[in-house]
């Protein structure tokens, strides 16, 4: 069966997926050097840097439901190209407006808006897909895509930091570049993705059960939010443990994020493969969060860069089996309101790294108990595996999809 959304859609959903995470790494680099030319050299600038962090991950947390819930009942390119396009001007309160309130708002905003493009993406995907295994490996290449923008971003951001546009802050190039991105993505979602969400013709998509299991979905999102805890006291405690425990420098600390990354990237790639079906890999689930409380349970032992690099692989390898697992079966659990589900995932996703940063940090400081942030993240992993193990059996008894086609009335009405 052909799939029902063509390539140019898919490719367009894509790119608006890797220019948001794109604009995000660019900004990670910029960030303490627009704050010191607008502050000065002190703690404060790490202290401002550490907050306009938060505010995007808080906008995420509080609009990714929002805009869920909206696209369920908006057509979703809709959504999508709102988000695209708030996004884009939101960046460019970075580009031209010196001010620190600026800053606050634009990182508020950029947030906010970009909460509704990979979740709405993913439910899209959902409306047309033909089976299960088309969405999943669908699924998986958008998380690829999001990925490489995070990987890519530091780089291009550091690249260009420091170049001077007249009547321009120093760094407001970064801003621009990350801003024609998302106007690029935006003019390729108006152009590629359908306005309905379903086909009036042509292959038909997977039948959807209108009721979903709510209590396998707020499983599922407990899950997702303890992964992103774990990855997120395990990030700040890498970079603390790194550089005052070890004594290693930026470039040998970027270097193990470089590496985090394209392994995530990478095994992301390989869960949803055509040799096993998209619903086999709920036996995955346990195994992979067993495996990250393991990981994370090793790295305080790491004494040697060599040590940390294979602790860094290990867990970035566990989380990339199970995070685009989790966002498969809660698409899968939500029935019809698939839309508002993915919206909470990441909203879910966001709370979970927001608080097991700030956990990794204030653990960190304790001289009782400085490795404390990987032994909380890792029993928290051990937990999360443990309430895992009955889930195969549970999210067994999902009914199969179907396929079928619209009935013209509900065509019509899901029209943008």
Known sequence: MRPALSVKALAALFVAAFTVSLA???ALPVLPYLLERRLGPGADVAWHTGLLTGTYTLALFLFAPLWGRISD???????????MSGFTVSLLL???????????????????FSAAVVPVSLALISDWAPDEDWRAHRFAWLTVAGVSGFLLGPTIGGGVAQMWRTGMPASGLPFLVSAAAAAAGSIGVLLAVPKAAQPKT???????????????????????????????????????????????????????????????LVVQAMVFNPLVPARATRWMIAPALGSLALALALVPLMTSAVGMFVAVGLVAASAGIVSP????????????????????????????????????????????????????????????????????????????????????????????
């Open 73 to 83: 009942h908006l057509p979703r390119r809709t959504v999508i190209l709102i988000g």
């Open 24 to 26: 995000y790494g660019i």
């Open 202 to 264: 042509g292959p038909a998509p997977m039948r959807r059960s209108t009721k979903g299991s709510p209590r396998l979905v707020s499983t599922m999102l407990l899950l997702a939010a303890i992964v992103s805890a774990g990855i997120g006291a395990f990030e700040v405690g890498l970079a603390l443990r790194a550089q005052q425990r070890l004594g290693l420098g930026p470039a040998e600390i970027g270097l193990m994020f470089t590496e985090c990354s394209l392994v995530m």
């Open 325 to 416: 697992i989790l966002v498969f079966w809660v698409s899968l659990a939500s029935g019809a309101a698939h839309g508002r589900a993915l919206g909470r995932q990441t909203a879910a996703s966001s709370l979970g790294q927001a608080l097991g940063s700030a956990l990794g940090g204030l653990l960190f400081g304790l001289s009782a108990f400085p490795e404390g942030a990987f032994v909380v993240a890792a029993i928290a992993a051990g937990g999360a595996g443990c309430l895992a193990l009955r889930l195969p059996g549970r999210l067994a008894l999902l009914a199969p999809a179907k396929a079928h086609r619209p009935s013209p009335g509900r065509s019509r009405a899901l029209k943008g």
């Open 94 to 112: 970075f580009a031209f407006i010196d001010s620190l309130v600026a800053l606050y708002l634009g990182r508020f905003l950029t947030g906010a």
